[in-house]
Each structure stands twice: as C-alpha cells, then as structure tokens.
C-alpha cells in the first residue's frame, strides 16, 4: 500500500483523538492546527472580536487537551468542537451580561435623583458590598480593574500606564470579572428578578 495512505489514515481525526488521549502533543498539534482556523471563524462570528474569538479558540483546544477522555473519536468530531465552542461562548455572553446588567442597574439607581429610603439604603450596601469584592481582588487585577471601571482607560491606556501588555490588561479583566461574577451571582439574581 501507498505510505501517504498510511499517514492520512494515522492522521484522521479519529486516530488523533485516540493519540490526544494518550497524551501525544505532536497529535494534539496536528489536530489543532487542523480545526483552529475553521473554530476561530466560528468564534468570531458570535463574538464580533478578534482577541476574543482567538480566546475562545484557546480555552476550547485547552479543553480537548485536559478533557480528550470525554470526546468520542468514532463520533462528529467536527460536531463536538463546534458545539462545545458555542455553549462556552454564550455561558459566558450571558455571565458577562448578568454582571453587567447588575453593575449598570446599581449605577442607574445611583445616578436618580428620586429614591425612597429603603431603596437608598439597598444602593448604599449593594456598592458597598461591589467595593468589598473588589478589594479583595490580588492588587495587580484591581488595580487594572479599577482603571477600567473607573476610569474608563482602554485596555493600551492601561497597559502604558502599568508597563504590561495588553493581553494581560485582558486577562486581569476577565479574571476579575468572573471571580466578581462568582462572589456576587447570588445577589446579582436577587435584584435582577
């Protein structure tokens, strides 16, 4: 038999998911390298933004990696990316806009000029509360989380200021953003419904 039979049968995605399984990065590349493309075109059609439709790419081929056991290799494969890349992407748009929402309704309430007592007070201790989690956050993450909320610095305003990198800017903010979110998902349900 032909030998590039061979290596296209040996590269199939099924025989990759089998040697991803076992651990073979030269097959994780391979497979990688293969689906990323077509992945990252998907993400950014939901997300409408390069950095973080290359994000979503990321954490879903570091999830076929640390979770390559969960995936069938005689099943779509195709399928599976697809539909794991797309439930991740809108957990996360609905997180993000959960926080959001309760950040810009605290806000909102804040900035009337008419409010009962009782709702005064609430605002009072529900920015209280947002300052508390936010204080507890490791200094280098509140400090870029601050001059994000704040001081509405974009994320290269920030990164000149502390001397670091953009994608690091990125990532303390979305850090940030999801140990907040955990901190205060309870309350965040409480006065959104």
Known sequence: MDQSYFDQEASSDEALILRIKQG???AYAVFYERHRTAMYLSAYHLLRDDEDARDAVQELFVT???HADRIDS???IKGYLYTVLRNRILTAMSRSKYLDGYINS???FEQQSVSTTEETVLARELAQLLEKKVSQLPPKMREVYELSWNDNLSNREIAE???ISE????QH?????RMLRAKLQRLVSILLF
């Not at 903010?173 to 953003?177: D, E, G, L, T, V």
């Open 24 to 26: 073979d990065k030269e």
């Open 64 to 66: 076929v990696w640390q």
């Open 106 to 108: 605290l806000l909102a």
């Open 167 to 170: 994608g690091t800017v990125k």
């Open 173 to 177: 903010k979305h850090q940030a953003m």
């Open 74 to 76: 005689k099943g779509n």
């Open 161 to 163: 200021r502390l001397s």
